[in-house]
């Protein structure tokens, strides 16, 4: 007997608009020890059926359906019958690490209540049992760091005190809801080792909720893929990933660039949004965003049913797919009409910086101020964009990236180092001319392009207003504003509406129209995609490489995405703690990154692939960033793989301020290493 | 912690002692006891009050600077704070009103404490609920009632069921019957006075910890690490109050210390109205009859009462988060 299973499981909530079909039939078999995936994007009820099988869905939810662990029926039980199956049957980890912890209990006692709810330990005992439980997951003196309150704790760490909660009884089943989504890559590899060990350890099943398909390709045995509250595609990983048969998967796994498919190709973009899942669909939900539709999908929605062995897919025209050759990938449009492959010309440097420093000082006391420290978030930062060139920088939160943005586009005279943009050097205060004409050569886009858009300003006056700033007539900004619509792919009339009208991917053309209203020399892109579902993504990437080549633009990408920066750019510098690491042309650094904390980085980044995710070497960091004190060192030296290796002579090197070292034979490929071979 | 508590406890004395000499300067700039003798037939001669008020230090006659510090000798040396302009011990009349005060306001703050944050949370689990709305309707309807009308509403009924029943079985005024004797009987005999009163400031005093509690702890009831305590195999309700009640009771333990002080001499109407003679009336009473040293005693009260809500505050926000011994 299956140790899950979940049958035709339905959930439904109450909203001002009528009922959600959240949940619709689902479904599910998972065996012990193995891993099953759910994956799909945003409001596709992944989450929802994790709720719905732990029973911690709101009162107001109407679950139908089977939902059996070992064979005993869970739906319809009470809260206090449902009790005694949490945490000691059924463990769940959560996506936000930084909120699922009690603030006012330290971590070593919220692991031990999780622990005593279910045995009947001595408080000793069970701390002991905690204390091992933390080792188990990775945290470093676990006796000591028990005591701990969770604000002490890193994102990373915290995740792992939340999976050493949900073993804490060795739970037969753990389900993990996006449990990476919050973290960064390198954390991601840390935390999925983790969950892989206390998978292990525990011989449980695996639920793993993810919208990541580089994650799935890496963990999961088997995946379902779900669309609309369904599921609509059912096969074992490798069978998926190489041979989907659902249009909607096979749109989804081609709307990720990948470093096989090339830079700059197009990708796919399936077009429109999911459905709002308000009535139940008549036809197949995918219907409207379907390149394959035939006036067939409209009857009826199409039941999942086997197509080859093992495989399960809800699509009528399946089997054309599977044995007949229809090609849903070239169906699909992709975004990009011929884009024209470009090779990096040195042209003239639009903005550059030189041993860029900032620093934030860190205080203390409420009344009377005192500075008691310094936080250095850019340690000396050289970085040279050239026009009409793509300059990624990578690294993880805290790196400084953020930083090093935020100072250029200040545009004023930097603490320590130079900052030239557009050939103007930034030294004192600007005249108001010269700023505004800076002002129009760089302009930045944001992450969260919700945030950046005011809900009360109409799309036209949102684009009125960088216009308006540049003191242009009323004629030239109206007839601007429809050429920006037109660049960005938005019909004429959308200018007269609100942004809340406008889904995520639309709000961000509109805001990437907005940066480029005043023709800007550089567009400085924060985490563009980062906020948007998958096939969306894929949308904007094949819009920023089609406005590149259109208008020369440079762009200054900062993404933590390597998929996406791969994706984009010529050229790209890898930043650690505030100090660029190494930094080449973006298909060497990808090929041949050098660094230890490169290797690590690109070694961490999920390529959804099972093939290459399963055979290929990976390099787990230990410890966290900025772990020991500054000593004009290697900032790397703490997490470094490489520093226990070395020799004693070699290693005092690392102890000295780095230099940057050139490759030999690859113009352009600098590394801030003294230990690695750069020819 | 007994370190942060020792220095906190200095600087609340400081300013206790900045606070009631400031108000002894005050009120004798504006209280004028010279006034009180004026009203007597017949009246006497200027001179002749101001003779009998040198007998408790309040002689206008005398320098102020000199009346403050024989004042202040008498606290520190003797801790006498000094006669009222007829007489009257402050000291005994402030231990008197004291004990009657406290009987009265610490149980009605117990329980408006344990009401309120009790109907709180039911309110809260129970969001939009047929419970959730009559408590809070309950609740919104005794907010705007006026105490007075309170007061006598349960006097008035107290008063009809006595006469339907024939005999006293509710008091309705005063706090202790004049011949009652030994231990047993005088408790009885407290209780059976003090529980209208008490009735009467729970009533009211609730409502405000309920409509409180219940939005803070709707803030917390939904909180992610909520729900991994319910993941771990918490009960819903066991949840909440271990987790998201304690959270959410930060607050209100703060505003419940700070309450002290005002509830102390606050009860004015409370006390006339059942005829208790507690330190809300004092306060009113020694203002209307210009006494200087009552006026200051009673603010210094108020100042105490202040600096040990203010340090049960702190002890209370340290135990429900471990977090601040830290800091």
Redesign the interface.
Known sequence: MSLLQVRDLSVTFPSEHGPVHAVRGVDLELEAGRTLSLVGESGSGKSTVAGAI?G?LPPSAIISGQVLLDGQELTGRT??EL??????R???V?Q?PL????????VGRQVC??IR??QNLTAKQAWNKAVDLLELVGIRDPARRAKS?P?EFSGGMRQRV?IA??I??NPDLLIADEPTTALDVTVQAQVLEVLHTAQQETGAGLLLITHDLGVVAGHADDVNVMYAGAVVEHAKVNELFARPLMPYTIGLLGAVPTATAGQRTPLIAIPGDPPQLHQEPSGCPFIDRCPAAIEACAQAEPALRSETSGHLVACIRSGEIAHDGLDIAALYARGNEAVEQRSIQHGELVLSTRRLVKSYPITKGTLLRRQVGTNVAVRGVDFDLFAGETHSLVGESGSGKTSTIMEILHLNPPEKGQIEVLGTPITGALDAHTRRRLRAGIQLVTQDATASLNPRLTVYDVLAEPLQAAHRSRAQIRGRIYELLDLVGLAHDVADRFPTAFSGGQRQRIGIARALALEPKVVVLDEPVSALDMSVQADILNLLVRLQSQLSVAYFLVAHDLSVVRYLSDRVSVMYLGTIVESAPAEDLFDYGLHPYTKALLSASPVPDPVVERTRQRIVLHGETGSEDDDGGCVFRPQCPLYSALPDEMRARCHQPQVMRARNGVPGHRVACHAVAVD | MIKLLVRRSTSWLILIVVATNVTYLLANLFLDPRSNYRETRPIPSEKQIDDSLAAYGLDPRVPLIERWWSWLRDIVLHFDWGRSPNGGSVNAEMAYRTLVSAQLVLIATVLCVIVGVGLGVVSAIHQYGVIDRVLQAVSILLYNVPTVVMALLLVFGAIRINESVGHTLFLVAGSQSPQVSGLLPTIVDRLAHLLLPTVSLTLLGYVGYHLTQRSLLLDTIN???V??????????GKAIR??AL??ALIPTATSVAFSIPGVFTGAIITESIFGWHGMGEYFSLTLAKNDVNGVVAVAAFGALMTAIGAILADIATAF????VR?A
């Open positions: 732990i911690l809260d206090q009790s005694r199956v949490r945490g000691r059924i463990g769940m959560f936000d909120s699922a912890l009690t603030p006012m209990f330290s209540d999780a709810v279910h309150f604000h939340v909660i949900a804490a009884n | 909180a992610d690490f729900r991994t305590a319910r993941a771990t195999g918490l009960p819903y271990r987790h304690r959270a429900l988060d471990p977090r830290l």
